[in-house]
């Protein structure tokens, strides 16, 4: 293990965000001489660099000091080493990723576990980062991770649970291509043990297609496994408690309760204890958040949404209730055949779009027959969307695409439309 080397040598941080700082404090709590860079040239072409999952691990920078014999790791990969080399006890380590769900799932796992009375501390693509725990995992009984796909393709060890939820096209600028994207999604199941399990869902078919034959593997969402059904939650052919327990919106979200129940479970809790702290578990922010009333209009904030087929799912939990429709950002080269056409199917009463997708989005709406009309930004949007609705309609923003080159991350965008919410007559 690298960790087992590094004490008093001279290590580089390659990033300053959240990461690269804990990763510096826990480097120079060994000793280390840490050179911290923000600039690829600066990077050394030997010696050991912890970089942060922001940088695409297909950088040339990247290749060329691998040639020259540069070793390259990261926070999480030090986190598990950490973990690993207690002497005596350590906690139970579970890893959730996903194109979607990942963050409330993760949250339910922690949650449940906790209600459970088992001690756990929540982090990585949430909250701090895992490197950040390293030096106390002895205050915890178990530690679930959120995982990027920057995060898992560079990790070198394996979670005693390792959760995959779904895949989805996404991330071409950092992973190049969508085949590289879920190999590296994926990666979280590489190096497992034995006796590590994979949770994966069996209705997702990417997973099936590109996950072929797991060892260890159990399934959530097969009518033999966890799942739902016709408002219950169900094992198998036992019937569990109802779903309406769960203060969360869309079917979407009761595949991540079926995720959640199963990590539980084979974490030794029990099911029929989970229903009553299920009750209790609070939705997380900008995830069909309802931020607001007017005249009638209820104002409802998915911002976290990035992909065509989350804005689909994020529709589809309304029901038949009347919805104008909020969309577009970055471009990721999405393809919006099927959300375009689900709309004009009556998805959505009205699409509003939001730059850069918004005109590829509100063309593709038009042709297929929808209506889509295209805004300047989110506040110009937030007002052609309320001049459409009416009272008990839904304004929906669900952008179906990330948010960069417009605002720093999701949150900031969430927080801007509720802004203009707030700010409407």
Known sequence: MLLETLRNRPVTVWGNGLEGRAATIFLEKRNCTVNVVEDPVQIPFSGIIVKSPGISLYRQEIKAAQQYGAVFTSGTNLFIEAALLMPEYRPLLIGVTGTKGKSTTASLIAHLLRAEGVRVALCGNIGDPAIAYADSLENYEAVV???????????????????????????????????????????????????????????????????????????????????????????????????????????????????????????????????????????????????????????????????????????????????????????????????????????????????????????????????????????????????????GTVVLLSPAAPSYGIYKNFQERGEDFLKCVNELE
């Open 145 to 391: 991770v959120e995982m990027s796909s920057y995060q898992c393709a560079d990790l070198q060890y394996a979670f005693d649970i390792s959760v995959v939820l779904n895949l989805y096209p996404e991330h071409i600028d950092w992973h190049k291509t969508h085949a590289q994207y879920f190999k590296d999604k994926l990666n979280i199941l590489t190096h497992r043990r034995p006796e590590q399990v994979a949770v994966l869902n069996a209705q997702d078919a990417l997973t099936a297609l590109y996950v072929k034959d797991p060892a260890n593997a159990v399934y959530f969402g097969a009518l033999n496994t966890i799942h739902f059904m016709d408002g219950y939650f169900y094992k198998g052919g036992q019937k569990l408690f109802r779903t309406d327990v769960v203060p969360l919106k869309g079917e979407h979200n009761l595949r991540n309760v079926c995720a959640a129940l199963t990590v539980a479970e084979q974490a030794g809790c029990s099911l029929a204890g989970c229903e009553e702290a299920l009750k209790t578990f609070e939705p997380l922010p900008h995830r069909l958040q309802t931020v607001g009333v007017k005249n009638g209009v209820i104002y409802v904030d998915d911002s976290i949404s990035t992909t065509p087929e989350t804005a689909i799912a994020a529709l589809k939990s309304f029901g038949s209730s009347r919805v104008v429709l909020i969309a577009g950002g970055f471009d990721r080269e999405q393809n919006y055949e099927e959300l375009a056409s689900f709309i004009a199917k009556g998805g959505a009463s009205g699409v509003v779009t939001l730059p850069q997708t918004g005109k590829r989005l509100a063309e593709a709406v038009n042709d297929k027959g929808g209506t889509a009309v295209m805004a300047k930004n989110m506040k110009d949007a937030v007002q052609k969307a309320s001049s459409m609705a009416y009272f």
